[in-house]
């Protein structure tokens, strides 16, 4: 699967929203775009996914740069609970049933 | 819909001795994956069970096995414990049907190890 770049860490008050850069140059055309939370204590969740048009579910929206080189994930409005790492994670249609590899993630903090 | 079930969530274990974790997946999922996850390495793929057959395997030393049976429930075992083996056990399920990009993992809460 081919790499992702994600900050660290980001900060955002509560009730604004958020948007969570992925940088990922190198992509190919039938990487899907992923993104998993973690919330403290507990395992990752899903969050969407998608390829080449922006998506949007209850959770977030996903906003693909039209190169495909980028993404952004947004929050409409962050509360407390959205608080977590943040992961972007590239899936290969081709490379069959392969494990998700997670990187390092970018940690959320919202702020009251 | 019963989610992913980790047992147990704590456990503390003494260098040298063994381990079993169990995951129960999501009905109707057939596919396990189970992952290790640490400060400093973080989230780690171990190995992948689906219809009671080892997928995938990543990069870990043969003292880590799992394996699953045939009502999908999985467990994995760690012999030989030793202290950098202390982390967060996290195990996946998903029904891995059609490509991957239709199908999410639903992860458990973990199983948390300590070795002393």
């Known amino acids: 699967d081919a790499k992702t770049t994600q900050p660290n860490s980001m900060e955002s008050n509560e009730e604004e929203p958020v948007h969570l850069p992925c940088n990922h140059s190198t992509i190919s055309g039938t990487d899907y775009i992923h993104w998993y939370r973690q919330l403290p204590s507990q395992g990752p969740e899903y969050v969407i996914h998608g390829l080449t048009s922006n998506v949007n579910n209850r959770m977030a929206s996903l906003a693909i740069a039209e190169d495909r080189k980028s993404s952004t994930l947004i929050l409409h409005r962050a509360t407390l609970r959205d608080a977590a790492v943040y992961y972007c994670i590239l899936r290969d249609v081709d490379s069959g049933n392969t494990p998700l590899v997670f990187g390092k993630g970018t940690r959320l903090s919202v702020i009251a | 819909k019963a989610g992913v079930t980790q047992t147990p969530r704590y456990l503390i274990k003494t260098r040298g001795q063994q381990v079993t974790l169990s995951c129960s997946p999501i009905s109707g999922h057939r596919s396990v994956s189970w992952y290790q996850q640490t400060p400093g390495q973080g989230l780690q793929f171990l190995f992948e069970y689906f219809s009671e057959t080892q997928r995938n395997k990543g990069n870990f030393p043969g003292r880590f096995s799992g394996r699953q049976f045939s009502n999908s429930r999985s467990e994995m075992n760690v012999s030989t414990l030793e202290l950098g083996d202390s982390a967060l056990y996290l195990c996946?399920?998903?029904?891995?049907?059609?490509?991957?990009?239709?199908?999410?993992?639903?992860f458990g809460s973990g199983t948390r190890l300590t070795v002393v």
């Open positions: 996946a399920s998903s029904p891995r049907q059609g490509p991957p990009h239709t199908y999410g993992y639903t």
